[in-house]
């Protein structure tokens, strides 16, 4: 990743979840906001040394909602290829496609099956520039226990 302006950027983080079965199944379903699930996975320790420029979040971290990963693959190259305030995705349509499915391919090997995806376009943290280009990915790789986040904001 690289940035052109001084504002926005990207994280991203990958954790592994070792969880009881009754987590593990939460997972696997679409209703995390039921279980205030973001709120309890950005606050605990591990997560939060990763991301320590959120800053403080507020109630629209519950606004994840459920999305499909090929949904959320196709989603994630519309927005490379808009790209921020300032300039849009240099490459063809069909680079911007392959960068998303490579981008995929080390989330969830490509296996959108096992995979669920939660999406949030809201400002929900201080680090967020709540602007157009807002965007929040949390995907869960049900066979790896993998949990991948992507955090977007006004990015070029």
């Known amino acids: 990743m690289s940035k052109t302006h001084v504002n926005g950027g990207a994280q991203v983080a990958q954790f592994e979840v070792v969880a009881t079965e009754?987590?593990?199944?939460?997972?696997?379903?679409?209703?995390?906001?039921?279980?205030?699930?973001?709120?309890?996975?950005?606050?605990?320790?591990?997560?939060?040394?990763?991301?320590?420029?959120?800053g403080q979040t507020n109630e629209?971290?519950?606004?994840?909602?459920?999305?499909?990963?090929?949904?959320?693959?196709?989603?994630?190259?519309?927005?490379?290829?808009?790209g921020g305030a300032y300039?849009?995705?240099?490459?063809?349509?069909?680079?911007?496609?392959?960068l998303a499915n490579q981008f995929m391919s080390a989330v969830c090997e490509a296996r959108f099956p096992e995979t669920t995806a939660w999406t949030n376009d809201s400002a929900w943290a201080q680090w967020f520039r709540n602007v157009a280009w807002d965007a929040s990915y949390f995907w869960f790789d049900t066979r790896r226990g993998i949990a991948t986040i992507l955090l977007i904001t006004d990015t070029d």
Do not use: C, H, Y
């Open 22 to 54: 009754a987590v593990a199944w939460v997972l696997t379903r679409n209703r995390l906001d039921k279980f205030a699930f973001m709120e309890r996975f950005f606050e605990a320790p591990s997560v939060a040394a990763e991301f320590p420029r959120l």
């Open 60 to 82: 629209r971290i519950g606004e994840f909602a459920a999305s499909s990963a090929e949904n959320s693959a196709t989603n994630l190259a519309a927005l490379l290829r808009k």
């Open 87 to 98: 300039r849009g995705f240099k490459g063809t349509q069909d680079d911007v496609v392959k």
